[in-house]
């Protein structure tokens, strides 16, 4: 009973393993990406990368707000709602932007934003249309190319089945720690599955985390059946119970005059203190039932419930009920969201995430890397004798080629679109997203007709060589260089140019690495062959535990 | 797919069919627990109905990687089939008899 449990965990891994493992692989490589959202937004917009850049100032807010209201009001008058973006730690710019109103039959407008420049007088209105850092947050749940509902119930799919995937890993890996401690190189399977096991342990409370709050995220829509049973199936009534603030006024019809922003600044200041705001939201402009609502800057509090305070825009009432403390299944469940986008982090913090996210990358590629390398040795014998691999074995080869390296060339190749299309050509963010999915099929086009190491050398190649780079890319197409944006400590854009070159190099060495294989073969085939035999010894004595 | 011989008995009984209809009990059966189980916590947990529900859809998922676990211990593909539907049948019982 209990061998044929650990038998079937080793079965349910493999299989519920390679079966999802390249969404997944697509879906956790997004995910890290969009840790590094918003500065990924900053460097795709060389526009704003001088004269627009400032910190939050308390004492501007009076003037900014007028300026604000002033400018939204000349610009977008007929707009659905009007929005002022202050700067924050991750967006430092002051901004104003409005939605238009939505054409018949759709739910939101377009959104429009206007740059503050910093001598407060001029605007930039002429930044490049690109998806930037959100077009990696969308992929990571909405995929592309197909209805967000259809890709989100996929994704969640792959999602359950990686926590399954993770409790069956743990479940068969009897020697945990044991194995974990041992990292065999240079023997071809055995290393494989050593490193499978190393990113997969190191980063173990990671992945289980962020697995389970990622299923969370989208819980109302995988796991609806609370409400059904409590509320009726009445989604729209069990929100507005649990965020109060959230209803929204419609707008009544009779015109009525919106009041200065700035007056309601004492009202503010006397809830909040000098916690810096966010953003100002204005709704039903001009209209008796205008709500100007304040958001603050949480910043690096764990729960954000974003409870804002709403005021009237005709009166300047204050029609937000009081903020409760918030009840114990709410702030978990705030702090489960925000546990998964690390929306508290700072910039060390930060970046642990995204190694982490890295790490998740690592045992997705590591494992079906085993898989495909394992079933090789077992056809060996076949393929020696001028048999064609297996058609499954053919497939995983080149998904694993298209995926694990042709994911770092199309991200690249999304920062070039990025820099390269011109201004002002149409439907410019769609063919950044276009050229970043193009490099995916030109990889499996490679896959399909060669999947050799040579192939994953010059992709890994081109890929090192495209992200080393980049400053160079920045350089020629932007006002700010690498070495000026450090000097102005603009660390977003000057990170980002470090982290590429330094992507760049660990793609060149592991290129470099597969020269020294390629020549050493004969090295190898002896040595993963001698793994195989003694593989299959272990594996008739006891369970196998990898793979 | 090559069937050694014709005896459907045997077929059903083999591995390939054995696991698949084990991952379907894991996939549907076990939604069905989790799916439940979250209804009716969602009706007991004396909390407002926001809060309870909110814990129940939060707790739901670890009940599906449960009920996939147990797809997957039990001796045949027939006891996963039949455990899991009797959980989730006993849970929706309750579900009609609390509301």
Not at chain 1, 33 to 51: A, G
Request: aromatic share 12%.
């Amino acid at each position: 009973m209990k061998e044929t449990f650990f038998r079937s965990m080793t079965w349910l891994h493999t299989w519920v393993g390679l079966l999802v493992c390249w969404v997944l692989l697509l879906v956790f490589f997004a995910g890290t990406v969009s840790y590094y959202r918003y500065e990924i937004s900053l460097w795709t917009k060389p526009e704003i990368h001088s004269d627009v850049f400032q910190n939050y100032q308390t004492e501007n807010l009076t003037h900014q707000l007028r300026e604000g209201q002033a400018y939204l009001s000349q610009h977008a008058e007929n707009a659905k709602d009007w929005r002022i973006n202050f700067p924050t730690e991750r967006k430092p710019y002051l901004s104003y932007s409005w939605q238009t109103q939505p054409e018949a039959g759709k739910r939101r407008g377009q959104f429009i934003e206007h740059i503050a420049h910093v001598n407060g007088q001029d605007m930039v209105t002429d930044v490049r249309n690109s998806r930037g850092g959100n077009f990696f947050y969308r992929l990571h749940f909405d995929l592309h190319y197909m209805p967000a509902k259809i890709a989100r119930w996929i994704v969640g799919f792959c999602t359950m089945f990686m926590l399954l995937a993770l409790i069956s890993g743990i479940v068969i890996h009897k020697r945990i720690f044991k194995d974990f401690f041992s990292f065999r190189r240079n023997k071809g399977g055995r290393s494989w599955l050593d490193a499978h096991n190393i990113s997969s342990v190191l980063a173990l409370p990671y992945h289980l985390m962020i697995t389970y709050t990622g299923l969370i995220t989208l819980m109302l829509m995988y796991m609806p059946w609370g409400v059904m049973t409590a509320y009726d199936g009445d989604t729209r009534a069990f929100r507005a119970e649990l965020k109060p603030g959230r209803e929204q006024v419609a707008a009544s019809g009779t015109p009525a005059p919106l009041i200065q922003l700035s007056e309601l600044l004492p009202t503010v200041k006397a809830s909040w203190g000098d916690t810096p705001i966010k953003q100002v939201v204005i709704s039903n402009i001009n209209d008796e039932n205008s709500r100007i609502s304040f958001y603050k800057n949480t910043g690096q509090s764990v729960t954000d419930l974003r409870i804002p305070l709403i005021f009237s825009g005709v009166s300047g009432e204050l029609v937000s009920k009081a903020s409760s403390a918030p009840s114990a299944a709410n702030a978990t469940h705030d702090t489960l969201m925000s546990l998964h986008t690390a929306r508290f982090a700072e910039p060390v913090l930060r970046f642990f995430f995204f190694i982490c996210g890295f790490m998740g990358c690592a045992m997705i590629a590591t494992g079906t890397l085993l898989w495909a390398v394992k079933i090789r040795q077992k056809q060996q014998k076949l393929i020696k004798q001028g048999n064609k691999p297996s058609l499954g074995l053919r497939l995983v080869e080149g998904l694993n080629l298209t995926f694990i390296a042709g994911l770092p060339l199309a991200t690249c190749a999304f920062f070039y679109a990025n820099r390269l299309l011109p201004t002002q050509m149409a439907d410019r963010a769609q063919w950044e997203i276009h050229s970043f999915f193009a490099v995916i099929c030109l990889t499996a086009v490679l896959a399909f007709f060669d999947r050799s190491l040579t192939s994953w050398r010059r992709v890994l190649g081109l890929s090192a060589v495209a992200f080393m780079a980049i400053p160079l890319l920045n350089w020629g197409t932007s006002s700010q260089h690498l070495f000026q944006n450090m000097a102005s400590q603009q660390w977003a854009l000057a990170g980002f140019d470090i982290l590429s070159f330094l992507i760049g190099i660990a793609l060149w060495f592991a290129r470099k690495k597969l020269a020294q294989t390629h020549t050493k073969t004969s090295n190898r085939v002896a040595a993963s062959t001698a793994w195989a035999k003694k593989g299959k010894r272990v594996s008739t004595a006891s369970t196998k535990e990898g793979a | 797919m090559v069937l050694p011989n014709l005896n459907w008995r045997a077929f059903i009984r083999s591995q390939p069919i054995n696991i698949m209809s084990r991952s379907f009990a894991a996939i549907f059966a076990g939604y069905l627990v989790a799916a439940t189980g979250s209804g009716l916590l969602a009706l007991i947990i004396p909390l407002p109905a926001s809060q309870s529900v909110l814990i129940a859809m939060m707790l739901s998922f670890s009940f599906y990687v449960a009920a996939a676990i147990w797809a997957f211990s039990v001796g045949t593909s027939r006891q996963a089939w039949r455990d899991l539907l009797l959980i989730s049948a006993i849970l929706y019982i309750f579900i009609l008899w609390v509301s």
